[in-house]
């Protein structure tokens, strides 16, 4: 009877740690061998190559271009003409009314009206810098958060290996028990029910962790069967600010209000710009002409472009300056209290998330740690059944799963925060002049 038992218990284990060999070489294939991924490298990768970036990058720098373009005189006309005085020959030089003529005419704009048309172009290239700016930090918060994806997904694969190196000693302390006798033989099955569910946990996050890399290479702008190295953990997230210090950083840096403010500044300036409208514009012009046999003449004058139809023009030009002005100022507010009651949103789940993650390190599982040792050192005895102890490693190991998902949403969550505030998920202001 003992040998056929210690048999048995012997096959058990083996066919435990066959599984668990093969749900480890699962979990191995899709990790990459190599230097772990850091999110510093990884937000740097962003920056250089993802697509959305690159265009925003662009369109700034497009923008750019406009305010010289708009604070530059227009462009002088050159004439030249020739005047004869009949159909059938050349009359240059036999009448005194046959000559030709260059001349050069300037359009000049009413003083000031130029370089309110450049600082109008001035605001609005600021408020693509800042558009720009919001676009980077919110891929690099995509990234971050598929970047904490990733890294739970590894962590819980380590958890899981763990797990089954520790479920595998638990199956031969039952299958030793077994041999003697202390034991039932469905301990030593429900050991190794546990281990198949293992297995088919690890198949399920191996397969989470394809989805994760597939999510980070397109940020990355590579193909998506590009094998993403594995992360590091525990995973680096900078401490939780007080609401109201980073509500003072969101009014101060964040994008999306620098961009409203430049509206408010740019609408101001065209609202300027349209007072002048009612102001006429200028034109000099010269001109040379040359008779051939006879003296040449030249002229210069000036002409004023007058704003006849002011009513119909100028007149409801000023007031749609305006009330753009108006609806820029209401917008802004609206960006500002929207961001705002954003954040609090953000940060009350920031706190909580750091409030359980902190709950589970120093006290959850600390104590599932003990219950187990304690469990596994009374069912050597005979004091406890072995359900107790397989329930005190599931709880366990849910524990620190628990505390890696927690965690990973703590951290894509000060990701999105630090985008709203003007910074990196790394808590870095962003230099947006590049």
């Not at 041999?179 to 297995?199: F, I, S, Y």
């Amino acid at each position: 009877m003992c040998v056929r038992a210690a048999a048995f218990g012997l096959g058990i284990a083996l066919f435990v740690g066959v599984a668990a060999f093969a749900a480890t070489e699962r979990a191995a294939a899709v990790a990459a061998d190599g230097p772990p991924l850091t999110l510093e490298a990884l937000l740097a990768d962003i920056r250089r190559s993802n697509p959305e970036v690159l265009a925003a990058d662009a369109r700034y720098g497009a923008m750019q271009q406009r305010p010289i373009q708009e604070g530059t005189l227009p462009d002088p006309k050159l004439g030249a003409k020739y005047h004869n005085e009949s159909f059938d020959r050349f009359t240059l030089g036999s009448s005194e009314f046959t000559y030709y003529e260059f001349s050069v005419e300037q359009e000049v704009p009413f003083p000031g009206k130029l370089g309110l048309k450049e600082t109008v172009a001035v605001r609005e290239a600021d408020r693509e810098r800042s558009m720009r700016d919001a676009t980077t930090l919110s891929v690099m918060a995509r990234g971050a958060a598929a970047y904490f994806d990733l890294a739970v997904v590894d962590r819980t694969i380590a958890l899981l290996h763990d797990g089954r190196d520790t479920l595998r000693l638990i199956a031969d302390q039952a299958s030793t028990s077994y041999a003697v006798g202390v034991a039932a033989q469905p301990d030593v099955l429900r050991a190794t029910q546990e281990g198949l569910q293992l297995d088919a946990r690890l198949t399920l996050t191996a397969q989470k962790r394809i989805a994760a890399e597939s999510a980070l290479n397109a940020i990355l702008n590579r193909p998506a069967d590009t094998t993403i190295p594995h992360t590091t953990w525990p995973i680096t997230v900078p401490r939780l600010e007080p609401f109201a210090a980073l509500q003072t950083r969101l009014s101060e840096q964040a994008p999306d209000v620098k961009a409203a403010r430049e509206d408010v500044l740019r609408a101001e300036a065209t609202v300027d710009l349209a007072h002048r409208e009612f102001y006429p514009d200028f034109a000099v012009m010269g001109a040379y002409s040359n008779k051939a046999r006879l003296e040449p003449e030249w002229e210069v004058g000036v002409a004023v472009k007058v704003p006849l139809y002011f009513w119909r023009r100028q007149q409801p030009a000023l007031a749609e300056a305006d009330l753009n002005r108006i609806s820029a100022e209401h917008l802004q507010r609206n960006v500002q209290i929207s961001l705002e009651a954003k954040l609090r949103e953000l940060h009350a789940m920031a706190d909580a998330s750091r409030r359980v993650v902190d709950l589970y390190a120093s006290q959850l599982i600390p104590q599932a740690e003990l219950t187990l040792a304690s469990a596994r050192t009374s069912y050597s005895v005979g004091r406890v059944d072995f359900m107790t102890v397989l329930n005190a490693f599931i709880s366990l190991i849910e524990y620190r799963m628990r505390e890696a998902e927690e965690l990973g949403n703590l951290g894509r969550t000060h990701a999105e925060i630090a985008s709203m505030i003007g910074e990196t998920p790394l808590g870095k202001v962003l230099e947006s002049d590049r």
